[in-house]
């Protein structure tokens, strides 16, 4: 909250500074504005501000002997107290005000800066014209200067006040008097405040039609352009003097323009709203505003301007609630942590204090001017604080996106190339797997047309064990096989493990091969903690390697023998299985894990075990290593993880 004020205060303390009016400066009399002590060197300009005297002159602009009076100025002559009746909007006004100047600015060049003025005037000075705009019965938009030569020390200012057409009548805005030259300077000021304020909302509305039309999805985008747009509009007929460097447009085209410029910028501020916040506006309420909005719009458009100018004032407290029900949202949305919605508030509450300021401007309460344009800029830059937020976590978004791309088209890309390398691997497993099904079997048919020939029982024994063999051959491939589609198919099912009971299982397994009577089978098994893995995996494992020990056995030894033995803890199992057998030559170390590679031609040598173990391994996130000398034996050293489940 500390840091929401520290945003806040210094845009209240702003617009408060602006809608503040200067307390020191000297107010008029009973129609008289003592300037004697002014120095307008120094002091600048002063606003004649104060008791004007004042006649009425009825509609048809009749001189009756009750109509005088003093009235404020700044300020609306509607409802003034003259001749015991109060009068209305329509009529004409008389002002008149005596200004004493100090002795030093005799023969000086003043001006006065005039503003608009309901809805036409003549103005003389010590009893010259000096300016005019329309005529009773032509309303005319004509914010000026007015130069002269002060001739005497007291200046007699009157000021002719027609109004038939606008639902407020009289001097309604400030007029100042100093130096020409302060007072052209003031002029210059506005021009170029108005024009920078312009250039601002017009590049930010600019800039966010192009987000619209980049990303047509982005219809906050398109409804703040066109609310950016309405301002702009608003500030060009409602300036001192922007609209007049245009065009001339008519005092009946600029009123409507600019009451539409006032409605229609709530209904598009209402759509931006929701567009942002939609969970947090009712659709019901969205309705009603829009419904009121478009009433007010027909209003404008179809009545004279004598009704619709008087109708905004039943507007105003409506529009008020409007905002106050906007400044709920935008709260609520700070509360949930909206993205942008701390920035949007400030500039939320810029907009809503000029908004007050100009309804208190136009009718007459302050002299401060237009602030709606000085309130949207603060919000425009809170929107572009909240554009650099956005896009900020957009960017880094999209960065992080990009990363997770590359990191998963990397994985893709060695999925494909594993995935190739399978596809190879597979053609080449169905190629030579089908030559090593039918060698086994064209051998047997071969055995059984000669065995149908043959007589002899003793050739008939021979030819059965000779089939018995290829078909023990044929087995193992298709062992092999079914081996091989399991590591590759099957997922890892995770699993604890009794050692010392797959070894035993797997032994017995082997105890019908040949040879493997002859063998001794030696068993080491040390397990300190619970170990887990895939058993179905293990159990390939040891199958290949105990089966190729006794297929490989050294017939020309004494004591055969296979040593299992297993060392595992709660990180990972040492898996040893040694033996004394043939050994392999060291020039066949690094192929020998390669599928279809085989040591000479031993008959039941497939040349896919070694592989499917290797691969078992790995998929088991394991190592296996070989250490073995020809004639000696040979030592598998397989390293696997603990794979128990972390709590």
């Known amino acids: 909250m500390i840091r929401f004020l520290s945003y806040v205060l210094p845009v209240c303390i702003l617009l408060t500074g602006c809608l503040s009016r200067t307390s020191h400066t000297p107010q008029s009399h009973h129609g008289t504005l003592d300037l004697r002590t002014w120095n307008f060197a120094s002091d600048g300009t002063v606003k004649l501000n104060g008791e004007w005297d004042f006649i009425w002159l009825d509609a048809l602009s009749k001189k009756n002997p009750d109509t005088h009076t003093f009235i404020q100025v ?27 100047i100090p002795p030093a600015y005799k023969s000086s060049v003043l001006g006065l800066r005039l503003p608009i003025i309901s809805t036409a005037t003549k103005i003389t000075i010590n ?51 100093g130096l020409i030259s302060d007072i052209e300077h003031l002029r210059d000021i506005s021009i170029a405040t108005d024009f920078w304020l312009l250039g601002g909302i017009l590049l930010m509305a600019c800039y966010h039609l192009g987000l619209f039309l980049i990303r047509r999805q982005s219809y906050a985008a398109l409804y703040f352009s066109i609310f950016c747009f309405l301002i702009v509009i608003r500030v060009l007929v409602t300036g001192e003097y922007s609209i007049r460097y245009f ?34 506006f009712p659709k019901k309420v969205f309705l009603s505003i829009c419904v009121i909005i478009c009433i007010c719009v027909v209003i404008v458009l179809v009545t004279p301007t ?73 919000f425009l830059l809170g929107q572009a604080l909240l554009l650099l937020q956005y896009y900020s976590q957009a960017f880094t978004a999209l960065e992080i996106a990009n990363n997770k791309l590359s990191n998963q088209n990397t994985i893709i890309n060695l999925q494909n190339d594993e995935l190739k390398g399978l596809n190879d691997e597979l053609d080449n497993f169905v190629r030579r797997t089908s030559h090593d099904l039918r060698a086994p079997i064209a051998s047997v048919r071969g055995l059984i047309h000669i065995a149908q020939k043959e007589t002899d029982p003793t050739k008939l024994q021979e030819y059965f064990l000779l089939q018995e063999k290829t078909l023990y051959k044929l087995d193992r491939i298709i062992h092999d096989i079914l081996d091989f589609s399991k590591n590759k198919r099957l997922e890892i099912e995770n699993e604890p ?79 040893t299985i040694a033996d004394n057998g043939l050994g392999i030559a060291e020039e066949h170390h690094q192929k020998i894990f390669d599928i279809f590679y085989r040591l000479g031609n031993h008959p039941n040598s497939t040349g896919v075990g070694l592989y499917i173990v290797k ?7 394991g190592t296996i290593t070989l250490e073995s000398k020809l004639r000696t034996g040979s030592t598998f050293h397989i390293k696997i993880p603990n794979l128990a489940p972390q709590y």
């Open 497 to 575: 493990i009794d050692f010392s009971k797959l070894l035993q299982e797997t032994l017995e397994n082997h105890l019908f091969m040949e040879h493997a009577t002859h063998i001794e089978k030696i068993t080491e098994c040390q397990v300190t903690h619970v170990f887990y893995s895939d058993a179905k995996r293990l159990e390939i494992i040891l199958n290949n390697l105990i089966s190729n020990a006794i297929k490989y056995h050294d017939p020309a030894k004494e004591n055969p023998y296979i040593k299992l033995s297993v060392l595992a803890d709660d990180k990972e199992a040492l898996i």
């Open 615 to 621: 691969d078992a391994v790995a998929k088991l996130g």
């Open 127 to 177: 009893n010259a014209h000096v300016f005019s705009a329309g005529s009773r019965t032509l309303p005319e938009y004509k914010p000026d200067i007015v130069p002269f030569v002060a001739n005497d020390t007291v200046i007699k200012l009157t000021i002719v006040a027609y109004n038939f057409y606008h639902d407020k009548g009289g001097l309604r805005y400030p007029i100042e008097i």
């Open 74 to 100: 700044p300020g609306s002559w509607n409802n003034q107290p003259v001749g015991g009746q109060k009068i209305k909007s329509q009529g004409t006004g008389i002002y008149r005000l005596q200004i004493r």
């Open 306 to 378: 004598i009704f619709f100018t008087g109708f905004i004032d039943y507007f105003y407290p409506v529009g008020a609630l409007m905002m106050v029900y906007g400044l709920v949202i935008v709260i609520q949305a700070v509360r949930i942590k909206a993205l942008g919605s701390l920035f949007f508030l400030i500039g939320y509450i810029a907009v809503f204090l000029a908004y007050l300021n100009d309804v208190l401007y136009t009718k007459g309460y302050i002299a401060t001017g237009d602030l709606i344009s000085v309130g949207l800029f603060v």
């Open 247 to 280: 065009t001339h447009i008519s005092w009946f085209a600029l009123k409507r323009i600019e009451y539409l410029v006032f409605y229609l910028p709530f209904l598009v501020f209402t759509l931006f709203i929701r567009t942002i916040f939609p969970d947090l």
